[in-house]
């Protein structure tokens, strides 16, 4: 299910420029309405269910309704979005039962704002822009780095 704002959460990230969902949606849906200073999907059939929006929003005002393999029907999820990890918390719709909790790391040993590109995944040099892939040459059995400058001969 798409992405919808709770307008009665949503302060429209305080009147910036741009809404924090507006900067990370990778569709380009999230719109800021400039009369009601409220942020809105703008199409939410196009919506991609990436949970960005939801995850970002500094006031929790974004829910999706998840599918029923994620979700029991009728659920709703928030996220509550810290530096180091994230809890997510589905909502039943029968409110007689407490809302389950998951909390989840989103950093593996690299500093807010960066980026480590190879990450656990070593590629057995140092240039990003190399065609080798990854875990090789370790996973090639010892033959060594592939060159695509030679044709093997059977």
């Known amino acids: 299910m798409p992405s919808y704002v709770i307008p009665d959460k949503c302060d429209g990230c305080k009147a910036l420029d741009k809404t924090a969902c507006q900067y990370i949606c990778p569709n380009d849906l999230m719109v800021l309405n400039k009369e009601t200073m409220k942020a809105y999907n703008q199409d939410p059939m196009m919506c991609w269910e ?3 929006c939801v995850k970002i929003c500094p006031n929790q005002a974004i829910e999706v309704r998840g599918y029923q393999d994620f979700v029991p029907m009728g659920a709703s999820v ?16 029968d409110k007689n039962i407490r809302p389950k909790r998951f909390k989840f790391p989103i950093r593996r040993g690299v500093p807010e704002g ?3 590109p190879f990450g656990l995944y070593p590629t057995g040099d140092d240039d990003i ?14 033959k060594g780095p592939v060159t695509f400058d030679k044709v093997p001969t059977l």
Do not use: H
């Open 50 to 52: 990436c949970y960005s």
């Open 114 to 116: 960066q980026a480590n």
């Open 129 to 142: 822009k190399s065609p080798t892939l990854m875990s090789e040459p370790a996973s090639l059995n010892g």
């Open 78 to 93: 928030t996220a509550m979005r810290s530096s180091e990890d994230i809890m997510w918390t589905v909502q039943f719709r």
